[in-house]
């Protein structure tokens, strides 16, 4: 069974940064999709950024764009979320998810992974 270690949650103030760690120590995660969804309390789950990790292209969700950025180390399965200019929004459980499919400028869906984290809990508050 896939293991995905996730890391690197907690409390910062608006404006801060935190980074996320996922990995999968046990899995080969080539030409996979790795990366990360969001859910806050009462709203749906939603797609932050994601590493195609044959090609290494990446996609970033709305919320994401311009201020997280996802890269992936293959050596050690893992791929970190850099998450800066934080904002009390970004509020949320953070889930680790590993799936395949192919890119699309539409990002990947829900449905192309099988694989999740317990999750990492962000807290951006003054």
């Known amino acids: 069974q896939v293991q995905l270690v996730e890391s690197g949650g907690g409390s910062v103030q608006p404006g801060g940064s935190l980074r996320l760690s996922c990995s999968a120590p046990?899995?080969?995660?080539?030409?996979?999709?790795m990366g990360w969804f969001r859910q806050a309390p009462g709203k749906e789950r939603e797609g932050v950024a994601f590493v195609y990790t044959g090609s290494g292209m990446t996609f970033y969700g709305d919320s994401a764009k311009g201020r997280f950025t996802i890269s992936q180390v293959n050596a050690k399965n893992t791929v970190y979320l850099q998450m800066d200019s934080l904002k009390p929004e970004d509020t949320a459980m953070y889930y680790c998810a590993l799936g395949r499919g192919w890119y699309t400028s539409l990002g990947p869906k829900t449905s192309d992974f099988n694989h999740w984290g317990q999750g990492t809990q962000v807290t951006v508050s003054s």
């Open positions: 046990e899995s080969d995660v080539s030409n996979s999709i």
